[in-house]
Each structure stands twice: as structure tokens, then as C-alpha cells.
């Protein structure tokens, strides 16, 4: 048989896993895999930073499910992936990080004499759920399937392969390395028991008041359909974590907004609470204030990750499963349950309360007549220039908390944001990467001025590339953000500002269409002229920094506790 080389077969590995595309950088060490990509149908992205590479890994995976590979060369281009790879190891993302090595003979160790020599693999073990170098040409193959094992493992997260010069330019006979695929050495995601399904449907059905909070594991297991099932079917509110906004859409009828006075409610009376795909996290603001005394409440938790139970609030039940398996063996066994009359009551008042607040809290933003752009008045404006069926990623600060309440309820798997480890710059690159893993559908970047700065470059990957994304940069010059805490306790702010950024002119420079807007009633236009331009747009839009500072009093209290712990109760 004839022989291939090292890089031939670590191409056919990587397709037999299924990956479509590599996000990185050429170099001398990494050529045999590069020269076989094409052959095995994976496409090479050049990328302009290797941790964007890692992002557009994320916004694919987010939009399709698909995993990706990243390339790191040897000494900075291994590091340059490590901020990609820690936000996707907190954001439970699949990656497999390749990092290039150079011959054997001057690494692990590497003396002061190598030329970008590092031990690579104690850099990447804190920031990697596994990984392994490849010291022999015929463990290829096992290697990666060591790998992904790994990966899929529990909770999804990124893996590292280190892979030395010399064992991709070696030669060797196929049929001493097989390629596997997946069915043939790993299982699926763990599956519930029919008794823990069994208790937890009698839980709910025994339940007065039910609520069922779903976080983004239940949007990345495409189990919302399931999830508005066992709400429907209870009658009873259906709220999302700040991170799983796409798991139930706002304009559903058992949804209740969960950052608001309703929200609250709704937990606090709660007598059985399901939470699917969450950790209750800290930007859940998980405290007793918010969630009620968890005293004679029971918790039922689906997750995938066992290190996710009990975390934040006391557990009654735990299911480590799929979400979607659990919720379907849950809803199928309601539908044969006699769930006597239900009337919904509750529900209707916790929605009646939620629109209260929300018109109370929308009146000064509906009152606001500039001068200026208010960012609100700016999301409604995009959301409805592109409307719900767009893949949105949303980037930055302020920009962010806006962008959650303005944008319109999207489709499953079409909402993408970083509220883990609250990475800045991931918008860009991630809608980069969603547009790639779903090419007919719209892809709109909303980003802060702070944050776009991070990535802007990767529009010139998206104009090389020909990838047709619209990035809206809210640009009012400065930190904004970061200035409450600042102006509250300091009476002043330090380096928060940016200064004025033509941000349509940079776009320009790098290939893209740009518009630069200045009055709401100019936005539209803008914003149609961009999406209907064929290739990457970017819009400037100068939005006003005081509107911009004015989160609503409700939730801007909220994000305080995230930082410094729950309130203390004011005295008397």
C-alpha cells in the first residue's frame, strides 16, 4: 500500500470526526496537514488572531452543533489561541486546539536556545478539559480519538493535540493506523432513567405552583420545543438564565422575563422549580431575594456536567442527562398524567405584573428625544430591519444588557453572547463563524465601540473570505460600562475614554461596506443598505453615552450583586 504522510493522516481523522473547517495560520511545522485539508473537505480560514479563530469556532458550533478546529504554530501562535480557549472551556464550547511543535530534539524541555520554543502542553493544561501530544506517526489516529472522547465527555469543551514537525512529515502504511468513526469508540450524551422521569413528572404533577427556568444547556441541546412543552402542559411560567435567552422565546405565552419583579415572584412562590441546561449562576443572581427561601421548595435539575448540581441552591432531585431525552420523558409522562384543573391563574398574574414593569420601565426610554441616539430605540431599530428568524451575536458591555431586551425573540440556537467568562471581542469573530455553518441565513453582529476593538481586523478575514455578515458598532467613545462603579464612589472616571472612532472607515480599509449614522431616522436605511450589500458591513453608529449609561435602575442593581453579593436589607 502506498505510504502517506503524517499530515494525510490526521486529515482523514479529522474527517471521519466530522470537521468542516480549521481556523488558523500557516507555518512550516504544520504544511503536510495544510497541503491535505482541501482533498479531505475541510476548508482553511486564515485568520488575522489565533483566539478570534477560536470564537468563530464557538459561533459555528452555537449556530450548528458543529465542532471545529484551531491551529496554533509553534511559541506565539499556540499562545496567541489560549484567551479563545479559556472563554470556550467557560462556555462548555467544543474545539479541538492543534498547536504545532518543532522537532523533537529541542523541546520538552526547551533550552533558552530554541527559537520559539515553550512547553506547550503545561500552557494549555489548565484552559483544556484534555490534551496529549502525538510522539508516534501510527498514534495518530488513537490519539485524536483519545481527544475527542474527551470532548464530548459531560459537558462539551475545547481538547489539545500537540503535533511535533516530525511525525507529520513521516511517512507510513495507512493500514497500521485505522481511522474509527465516532460510533465506533464513543457513546452519546448520558440518558435519564425512566424512574428518575418517573419522579420528576410526579414532582410537577403534585406541584401547585411549577416554574420551569431553562439556561443555555437547553438551547444547546435543541431542547426547546420540549421545554415549552412541560410548561404548556403545567400551565406554569417558563423563564430563561441571562445565557439561555434563545430557550424561551419572549413571546411565548407561559414566558415570564426573569430578571424583573415577575421573575422573582414567580421562584420565590414556587413550590417545585425544573431547571434544565443552568447552573443558576451568579449572573442569575441566585440569592434568596430573588429565588425565595429554598426552605419546602424542590429542585429538580437536568444537566449534563455533574459539577453543575447543587451549586447555587440546595438540590431535591438531580438528573444527569440529556436535556432533550430528560424533557421529553417528562412531557410524555404529564401527557398521561391527570393534571387536573389548571387554570393558570398564577401564570396570568405573573405576566400581568411583567407587563406593568416593563411599561414602567420602558416610559423614560419612549420619552427620550435626544439629541442623539438612544441604544434602545437602536436595537429596535435592527431588530426590525432583520427581524427574528437572524442569527444575532451580541458583544460588549452596555451594549450587551441592551441588546438583551431590545433584540426580538430568535429561533432556537440563534442568539450568541459570552456571559461566563464575559470574554470582550468574541462578536465579530463568532459571527463569522456562524455565518460559515449556516450560509442562507442572516448574521448580524451588535457590538460595543470597546469591544469591537478587540477583532475588528477579522472583517478583512470576512471580506478575503467572502463571508456576508452585518456588524452594528454602538459607538459613543468610551468605557461605559465600567464608569458607574467609577462615578458613584470616586465622582469621576479613569481611562474610560476612547475617543472618536470612525469605526465605517476602518471597515472600509479592510474590504467591508461602511455606513456611518448619526440620527435615528437615518438608521434604517443604513441598516437595509447592508443588508442587501453582498459581503461584510459594518455600520457606525454614534450612539448617545448618556442613554447609553441609563440601564434601567431594576436590572443595573442586579449586575452590582453579580460583582459584590446579594444587598443587604436597608435599616431602619
Not at 413550590?271 to 434568596?288: F, H, I, K, T
Not at 442572516?442 to 476593538?453: F, L, Q, S, Y
Request: glycine content about 10%.
Amino acid at each position: 500500500m502506498t505510504e502517506i504522510t503524517g499530515g494525510e493522516l490526521f486529515a482523514r481523522a479529522l474527517q471521519a470526526e466530522g470537521i468542516e473547517f480549521l481556523f488558523g495560520l500557516p507555518s512550516p511545522e504544520i504544511d503536510p496537514l495544510l497541503a491535505q485539508l482541501q482533498a479531505h473537505g475541510i476548508r482553511m480560514v486564515p485568520v488575522r488572531h489565533e483566539a478570534a479563530g477560536v470564537h468563530m469556532a464557538e459561533g459555528l458550533y452555537k449556530t450548528t452543533g458543529k465542532v471545529a478546529a484551531v491551529l496554533g504554530n509553534p511559541g506565539p501562535g499556540s499562545a496567541n489561541l489560549l484567551p479563545g480557549v479559556v472563554t470556550a472551556l467557560h462556555e462548555g464550547i467544543p474545539v479541538l486546539a492543534i498547536t504545532s511543535q518543532h522537532r523533537l530534539g529541542i523541546v520538552y524541555p526547551s533550552p533558552p536556545s530554541t527559537f520559539q520554543g515553550q512547553d506547550q502542553l503545561d500552557l494549555f493544561r489548565p484552559a483544556v478539559k484534555w490534551g496529549g501530544p502525538i510522539f508516534e506517526w501510527a498514534r495518530i489516529p488513537e490519539v485524536l480519538r483519545l481527544a475527542f472522547r474527551e470532548m464530548h465527555s459531560g459537558r462539551p469543551g475545547p481538547v489539545h493535540v500537540e503535533l511535533p514537525a516530525p511525525i507529520l512529515y513521516e511517512t507510513g502504511d495507512p493500514s497500521t493506523a485505522p481511522v474509527w468513526p465516532p460510533a465506533a469508540y464513543r457513546l452519546g450524551p448520558p440518558q435519564p432513567s425512566d424512574r428518575q422521569l418517573d419522579d420528576a413528572a410526579a414532582l410537577l404533577a403534585a406541584a401547585e405552583r411549577p416554574v420551569v427556568f431553562a439556561g443555555s444547556g437547553a438551547d444547546r441541546a435543541d431542547a426547546r420545543a420540549a421545554v415549552l412543552e412541560v410548561a404548556e402542559l403545567l400551565r406554569c411560567p417558563a423563564v430563561s438564565s441571562m445565557a439561555g435567552r434563545a430557550s424561551v422565546p419572549a413571546d411565548h405565552p407561559n414566558y415570564v422575563f426573569g430578571f424583573g419583579p415577575a421573575g422573582d415572584l414567580a421562584r420565590r412562590e414556587a413550590d417545585v422549580l425544573l431547571v434544565v441546561g443552568s447552573r443558576m449562576g451568579n449572573l442569575d443572581v441566585p440569592y434568596d431575594t430573588y429565588w425565595g427561601d429554598p426552605e419546602g421548595k424542590r429542585l429538580i435539575q437536568i444537566d449534563i456536567d455533574p459539577r453543575h448540581f447543587g451549586v447555587t441552591r440546595p438540590l431535591h432531585l438531580g438528573i444527569l442527562a440529556d436535556a432533550r431525552a430528560a424533557l421529553e420523558g417528562i412531557a410524555a409522562r404529564l401527557r398521561a398524567t391527570d393534571l387536573g384543573t389548571r387554570d393558570g391563574a398564577d401564570l396570568a398574574r405573573y405576566r400581568q405584573l411583567d407587563e406593568q414593569v416593563r411599561t414602567q420601565m420602558a416610559a423614560p426610554i419612549l420619552q427620550w428625544q435626544g439629541p442623539g441616539i438612544h441604544p434602545a430605540h437602536a436595537l429596535g431599530a435592527i431588530g426590525a430591519a432583520f427581524g427574528p428568524d437572524a442569527v444575532y451575536a451580541t458583544d460588549g458591555g452596555n451594549t450587551s444588557l441592551w441588546a438583551y431586551n431590545m433584540l426580538p425573540p430568535t429561533r432556537p440556537r440563534s442568539y450568541h453572547s459570552i456571559l461566563e467568562l464575559g470574554m470582550l471581542g468574541t462578536g465579530i469573530p463568532s459571527a463569522i463563524g456562524a455565518k460559515l455553518g449556516a450560509p442562507d441565513r442572516e448574521v448580524v453582529c451588535v457590538t460595543g465601540d470597546g469591544a469591537a476593538g478587540f477583532n475588528i481586523m477579522e472583517l478583512q478575514t470576512a471580506a478575503r473570505e467572502g463571508i456576508d455578515i452585518t456588524v452594528i458598532v454602538c459607538a459613543e467613545g468610551s468605557w461605559t460600562m465600567e464608569e458607574l462603579n467609577e462615578l458613584q464612589l470616586y465622582g469621576t472616571t479613569f481611562g474610560t475614554s476612547q475617543g472618536e472612532i470612525r469605526w465605517d472607515v476602518v471597515a472600509q480599509g479592510l474590504g467591508c461596506h461602511g455606513e456611518y449614522v448619526e440620527r435615528i431616522e437615518d438608521l434604517d436605511a443604513a441598516l437595509r443598505r447592508s443588508r442587501d450589500h453582498v459581503g461584510p458591513s459594518l455600520v457606525c453608529l454614534r450612539t448617545d453615552h448618556d442613554a447609553n449609561l441609563a440601564i434601567p435602575a431594576e436590572m443595573l442593581g442586579r449586575f452590582f450583586e453579580v460583582y459584590s453579593g446579594p444587598a443587604k436589607p436597608a435599616t431602619v
